[in-house]
C-alpha cells in the first residue's frame, strides 16, 4: 500500500510492490509445528527476508499474523541483518477478523491493536486505519509484544468462554436447568456479556484450536503456565469424542450397524473450512463403533470427503435422513433451522434428532413426535 498515493497495486513480484511502499503487511499462515503445538514461523521468516532485500525508504513492516511474543524483535533482526542500511519498523497489528464475516469486521472493528514504540510507524499506521475512522474504532496503541500477546490473549478468552459455558451445559443436563436460560442470565450482565455463551459441541476452526496451543507453549516455556488455557484445551478435546457418545446413548447405547445422518460438517456456518471441526472426531468415534455415516453440508463436502472417506455424502437434508436412525445437526447452517420436519420425520427410521446447536425448542420438535435431544436443555 502507498498511503500517501493513496494507491493499491497488485503484482505477483514482491520487489515492485514493496519498494516506494510506506507500509508492507505480511499476512502468511502461522500453523502449529507438527509434534509440538508451537507456532511454525517459517513462513513469516521467508516472508521477512524477501522483504529485506526490497526496502527503500522508510517503510513499515506490518505483521498481521498470528505471531508469538518476540516474533517482531525476531523480524527486525532478520531484516537489520540482511539490510544494515534500512530504514524501517516492525509493527504488530494483529488481525481479529472471523471466517465468513471478515470484510464487515474489517470495516466495523471493535478496536485495532497496534504494537510499536517508533513514532513515525505510529503515524503511518493512523494514516492507513484513517477510512475507517468514520465508525470510530479505537486505535489502541501498545508495546510490540504486548499487541502480539493481546491477539493470543483475545482468542484464549473466547475459547474460555465457549468452554466454559460447554460445562455448564453439561451440568444443566444432569440437574435439569436450560443452559441457554443460564447464558442469557449471565451475558445480560456487562461485565460477562452475551457473545460466546452458545454451547455446542466444542469450539474448531483455524485459530482457536491452534492459538490456545500455542499460548499454552508459551506460557509453559516461559515459566508462567496458563493453568486455565491448558484447562480449555483439553476440555474442548474430550467434549468432541463426548458428542459423539451423546449420539450412541440417545440410539440406546449402541451405533453398530445403525445409520446416521449427520447435518454440517464445517466448523461453523457460512465457511467450508473443515480445519479441527467437532465433526471430524463425532464420525472418526461413531464409525470406529460400526456406524454407518450419511452426511450433508452446504458448503464443506469437497474439503471433508478426503478427510472421513468413511462417510456417504448425500444432495440435501431429506435424503440424508432417508432410513437413517437419528439425525445429527453438527453445524448451524440457516438451511437447518428450518428443516420441514414432518417430512424429516417420515423419512427417519427412528425419529431421532440430535441437535448439537439448538437450533430448535425442544417443545416444537417433541410436539412432532421425535424424540429430541439437545445441549444443556431438558
Ligand atoms: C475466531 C475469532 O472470533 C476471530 O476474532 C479470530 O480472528 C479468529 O478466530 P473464527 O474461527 O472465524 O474466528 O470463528 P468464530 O465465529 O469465532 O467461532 C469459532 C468456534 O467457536 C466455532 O467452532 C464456533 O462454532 C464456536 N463457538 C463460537 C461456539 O461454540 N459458541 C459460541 O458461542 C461461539
Given amino acids: 500500500t502507498n498511503v500517501r498515493q493513496n494507491r493499491l497495486s497488485f503484482t505477483t513480484d514482491l520487489e515492485p510492490?514493496?519498494?516506494?511502499?510506506d507500509a508492507v503487511f505480511i499476512a502468511v499462515g502461522t500453523p502449529s509445528r507438527r509434534g509440538d503445538g508451537h507456532a511454525d514461523l517459517s513462513f513469516v521468516y521467508a516472508a521477512s527476508e524477501k522483504i529485506a532485500g526490497a526496502l527503500d525508504g522508510f517503510t513499515v513492516v506490518v505483521n498481521k499474523s498470528t505471531v508469538p511474543v518476540g516474533t517482531g524483535d525476531e523480524v527486525e533482526r532478520?531484516?537489520?541483518?540482511?539490510?544494515?542500511?534500512?530504514?524501517?519498523?516492525?509493527?504488530?497489528?494483529?488481525?481479529?477478523?472471523?471466517?465468513?464475516?471478515?470484510?464487515e469486521d474489517f470495516k466495523?472493528?471493535?478496536?485495532?491493536?497496534?504494537?510499536?514504540?517508533?513514532?513515525?510507524?505510529?503515524?503511518?499506521?493512523?494514516?492507513?486505519?484513517?477510512?475507517?475512522?468514520?465508525n470510530q474504532p479505537p486505535l489502541v496503541f501498545v508495546g510490540r509484544r504486548t499487541s502480539e500477546l493481546t491477539k493470543y490473549a483475545a482468542n484464549a478468552f473466547l475459547a474460555t468462554k465457549i468452554t466454559f459455558i460447554n460445562e455448564v451445559a453439561d451440568l444443566c443436563e444432569k440437574v435439569g436447568a436450560d443452559v441457554q436460560d443460564v447464558a442469557r442470565g449471565i451475558g445480560l450482565d456487562n461485565r460477562i456479556g452475551g457473545k460466546f455463551l452458545h454451547a455446542g459441541p466444542g469450539y474448531g476452526g483455524s485459530c482457536f484450536p491452534k492459538d490456545t496451543l500455542a499460548l499454552?507453549?508459551?506460557?509453559?516455556?516461559?515459566?508462567?503456565?496458563?493453568?486455565?488455557?491448558?484447562?480449555?484445551?483439553?476440555?474442548?478435546?474430550?467434549?468432541?469424542?463426548?458428542?459423539?457418545?451423546k449420539v450412541i446413548s440417545a440410539l440406546g447405547g449402541s451405533v453398530r450397524g445403525k445409520r446416521i445422518a449427520l447435518l454440517g460438517l464445517a466448523f461453523k456456518p457460512n465457511t467450508d473450512d473443515m480445519r479441527d471441526a467437532p465433526s471430524l472426531a463425532i464420525v472418526a468415534s461413531l464409525a470406529g463403533d460400526g456406524a454407518k455415516v450419511y452426511a450433508y453440508d452446504p458448503e464443506s463436502?469437497?474439503?471433508?470427503?478426503?478427510?472421513?472417506?468413511?462417510?456417504?455424502?448425500?444432495?440435501?437434508?431429506?435424503?440424508?435422513?432417508?432410513?437413517?436412525?437419528?439425525?445429527?445437526?453438527?453445524?448451524e447452517w440457516d438451511a437447518f433451522r428450518a428443516l420441514d420436519l414432518d417430512r424429516v420425520r417420515s423419512l427417519l427410521k427412528q425419529p431421532i434428532i440430535v441437535d448439537l446447536r439448538n437450533v430448535y425448542r425442544p417443545g416444537d420438535v417433541r410436539k412432532r413426535g421425535f424424540n429430541y435431544v439437545s445441549v444443556g436443555r431438558r
Fill in 216 to 245: 499454552m507453549k508459551t506460557g509453559q516455556d516461559s515459566g508462567a503456565s496458563l493453568r486455565i488455557v491448558e484447562t480449555v484445551v483439553a476440555v474442548n478435546d474430550a467434549r468432541k469424542r463426548a458428542m459423539a457418545r
Fill in 17 to 21: 510492490a514493496v519498494r516506494g511502499a
Fill in 78 to 103: 532478520i531484516i537489520r541483518e540482511l539490510r544494515p542500511d534500512a530504514d524501517f519498523a516492525v509493527v504488530s497489528n494483529p488481525e481479529f477478523l472471523r471466517e465468513g464475516a471478515a470484510i
Fill in 108 to 134: 466495523r472493528p471493535d478496536r485495532v491493536v497496534i504494537g510499536t514504540d517508533d513514532s513515525r510507524a505510529r503515524e503511518v499506521m493512523s494514516e492507513i486505519y484513517r477510512p475507517l475512522s468514520l
Fill in 301 to 331: 463436502m469437497e474439503q471433508a470427503r478426503p478427510l472421513m472417506p468413511e462417510v456417504t455424502f448425500c444432495e440435501d437434508p431429506y435424503s440424508t435422513a432417508e432410513g437413517a436412525d437419528a439425525l445429527v445437526i453438527v453445524t
